[in-house]
């Protein structure tokens, strides 16, 4: 993440001149974290597996014209119904294998293997 | 939402892109629902969206009623951007039978999303339809976020708990069946213990000569478990009633009339109020189907024509009006 960079101006005058002077101090930047997307269209998740490090966040976006929701077969995350273009995210903190499933039509299953 | 008059719809004045010919399209398609007529205890079948060739004196019998689905208030992407049209369109053509229909079947999907709003414009539409009572049972569009809450609030007052229920009608038993809860990854459609166990003694003090008639969201027989289209435990439901010499099984959620004639059942499914879906496996998804106005015709499946005079003196027709 960024830190709001200070910024130090100086304005000087001389014989009709302006002179403008910008000094930036940035922190240091942060290792952005991870992240993977899993699309949702025509009835499936794509892709139905995806293998993400731990501290991932997954985002799942509906593209589909018919709702679904995104359901850990063990009861680890439950998305409300997302209607088309809406997104639900879950941050995977520790490792494992987590299958899923659209609790509106079964037959759509998926996988997130975190390692 | 709701349109008072079918002229209202003719023109586009919600600026929802339903003018008079995008209206007509829909309405070529949509499914407006199936007249049920029981005559001498054999119950025949009709396609409303075919009523005006309907000759009145083949609609009379010792009980009517009409079987509406899937209606998807709140649904707007192409395929129908005016789900509350093609409802309204249902309910005018109920109106326009020579005799009332005694009540209506709803089965499920009534929302799209299990919003408040959509629940009351439905409820609002189906108040102008001649026949006063509405039966329902839910789809899965209709239990979204609240495991069924405001569904049961709603329209669960005759029900047990879980939603499923069963009334006399004229000597006819029906059975309304919930089929939609707590599925399982990987599955179909669910009955549950509960419910089968309920089932069982709610039919067992019944005479064989009674004629049944079992209702619920997703169809009670396989059609494509592929699409998850069957119910896993549908089976034991049916063992309950192979002692009935007439079972009739209406089921919606496929958007697309099927039927199929198994010993003393026999299965339909009915149309949608809103969209239609594709044949199973016919298309990469069962999601809505965009068809254009000249194929519509044939979306509508209606034309394969059911006798089924059996044995017994109660047996099942279904007709289409070709």
Request: proline share 6%; hydrophobic share 40%; net charge negative.
């Amino acid at each position: 993440m960024f830190i709001a960079s200070m910024i130090a101006t100086a304005v000087l005058s001389f014989s009709g001149v302006v002179l403008e002077q910008n000094e930036f101090v940035t922190s240091a930047q942060e290792k952005p974290a991870s992240t993977a997307e899993v699309k949702i269209d025509n009835f499936s998740f794509g892709p139905a597996a995806v293998t993400v490090p731990v501290g991932t966040t997954v985002t799942w976006i509906n593209r589909d014209d018919i709702p679904h929701t995104v359901v850990s077969t063990e009861k680890v995350f439950k998305s409300k119904v997302l209607d088309t273009d809406e997104k639900f995210s879950y941050t995977f903190t520790k490792p494992g294998e987590y299958p899923y499933f659209c609790s509106i039509h079964p037959k759509m299953t998926g996988k997130v293997v975190v390692q | 939402m709701a349109h008072k008059t079918k002229d209202e719809i003719l023109h586009d004045h919600n600026n929802d892109g339903v003018d008079r010919r995008g209206f007509l399209k829909c309405m070529a398609w949509a499914g407006t629902g199936a007249f049920c007529v029981m005559q001498g205890g054999v119950l025949k079948s009709y396609s409303m969206s075919r009523l005006a060739e309907m000759n009145p004196q083949n609609m009379k019998g010792e009980l009517s009623f009409v079987q509406i689905s899937d209606s998807h208030m709140g649904f707007n992407k192409p395929a129908n951007p005016d789900v509350a049209a093609t409802l309204q369109a249902a309910v005018d053509k109920i109106n326009a039978l020579s005799a009332p229909p005694e009540f209506l079947l709803h089965t499920g999907d009534i929302s799209h999303l299990s919003k408040p709003e959509e629940f009351d414009s439905v409820e609002q539409i189906l108040k102008s339809a001649s026949a006063k009572d509405v039966f329902y049972v839910p789809g899965e569009h209709d239990v979204l976020n609240d495991d069924g809450k405001q569904y049961h609030e709603r329209f669960g007052k005759l029900s047990q708990p879980g939603g499923w229920y069963s009334f006399e009608k004229k000597g006819v038993h029906f059975v309304g069946l919930v089929n939609v809860m707590n599925l399982k990854a990987g599955g179909l459609g669910t009955l549950g213990n509960e419910q089968l166990e309920w089932l069982e003694k709610d039919v067992k003090h019944l005479k064989s000569s009674t004629p049944i008639i079992v209702f619920a969201h997703i169809p009670l027989w396989t059609v494509y478990p592929e699409w998850g289209w069957g119910t896993e435990d549908s089976a034991q439901a049916l063992a309950y009633l192979k002692k009935f010499g007439s079972v009739t099984v209406l089921n919606g959620h496929i958007h697309q009339t099927m039927q199929k004639v198994e010993g003393n059942v026999t299965f339909h499914t009915a149309c949608s109020t809103a969209f239609p879906q594709p044949k199973p496996g016919e298309a990469p998804s069962p999601g809505p189907m965009k068809v254009p106005a000249e194929q519509l015709r044939g979306v509508l499946g209606i034309t394969d024509v059911n006798y089924v005079a059996g044995q017994h003196a109660l047996a099942v027709v279904d007709s289409s009006l070709a």
